[in-house]
């Protein structure tokens, strides 16, 4: 199962808005509403910030939204904030049942 | 709180085996899967397998098939990933997820802070 593609890095200035995107097949992206975006800080576990493509677990902030369309899904951070600055995976069931994540992006917040 | 706690660093030679627990708490221990993910030094994530805590079954990425053994403990809610013939390219922190509760079913709500595996001779 290889790796889902994500851009290395994205950057945006603080209050602007950025979209990372995650581009997979149809045996896991595209076949799916399985997609979750997972947040990570250096030296700490990720933490999710959307499941099922578009959903916010509770405390997770209205500016992060995400959606799909074919076989991409993409998250979208708006009224960037310097704590955005980390590192984002997405992630996709498949039909092997099991599950795959994507390379990752380096946001940067300038 | 729910939380996953995961044991500390371990050091192994090459060709060794290594075991990383993972203990739950805050919620009912067989009512959620648990996954496995690791990290290799300033690379991304990789997901390593699954185990149901209620019926032990598994279900492991194809690259680790025959080298991982997921088990779990349902006296003190722990589980366990067993990795053999290590290599140095399975250097990395290792960390166990929890299935999501509720509607977060196919995601990890809930991460372990991650147990740091370096394999060197």
């Known amino acids: 199962q290889s790796a889902l593609t994500q851009p290395a890095s994205v950057s945006g200035s603080l209050g602007q808005s950025i979209t990372i995107s995650c581009t997979g097949t149809?045996?896991?992206?595209?076949?799916?509403?399985?997609v979750s975006w997972y947040q990570q800080h250096p030296g700490k576990a990720p933490k999710l910030m959307i499941y099922?493509?578009?959903n916010r677990p509770s405390g997770v902030s209205n500016r992060f939204s995400g959606s799909k369309s074919g076989n991409t899904a993409s998250l979208t951070i708006s009224g960037l904030q310097a704590e955005d600055e980390a590192d984002y995976y997405c992630s996709s069931y498949t039909s092997s049942s099991t599950y795959v994540f994507g390379t990752g992006t380096k946001v940067t917040v300038l | 709180q729910v939380q996953l706690v995961q044991s500390g660093a371990e050091v192994k030679k090459p060709g060794a085996s290594v075991k990383v627990s993972c203990k739950a708490s805050?919620?009912?221990?067989?009512?959620?899967?648990i996954y496995w993910v690791r990290q290799a030094p300033g690379q991304g994530l990789e997901w390593m397998g699954i185990?149901?805590?209620?019926?032990?079954?598994?279900n492991y990425a194809q690259k680790f098939q025959g080298r991982v053994t997921m088990t779990r403990d349902t006296s003190t809610s722990t589980v366990y990933m067993e990795l053999s013939s290590l290599r140095s390219e399975d250097t990395a922190v290792y960390y166990c997820?929890?299935?999501?509760?509720?509607?977060?079913?196919?995601?990890?709500?809930?991460w372990g802070q991650g147990t740091m595996v370096t394999v060197s001779s």
């Open positions: 099922d493509v578009s």
């Open positions: 185990i149901n805590p209620s019926g032990d079954s598994t």
């Open positions: 997820a929890r299935e999501g509760a509720g509607d977060i079913g196919y995601a990890f709500d809930i």
């Open positions: 805050g919620y009912t221990f067989t009512s959620n899967y």
């Open positions: 149809s045996s896991d992206v595209g076949g799916y509403n399985y």
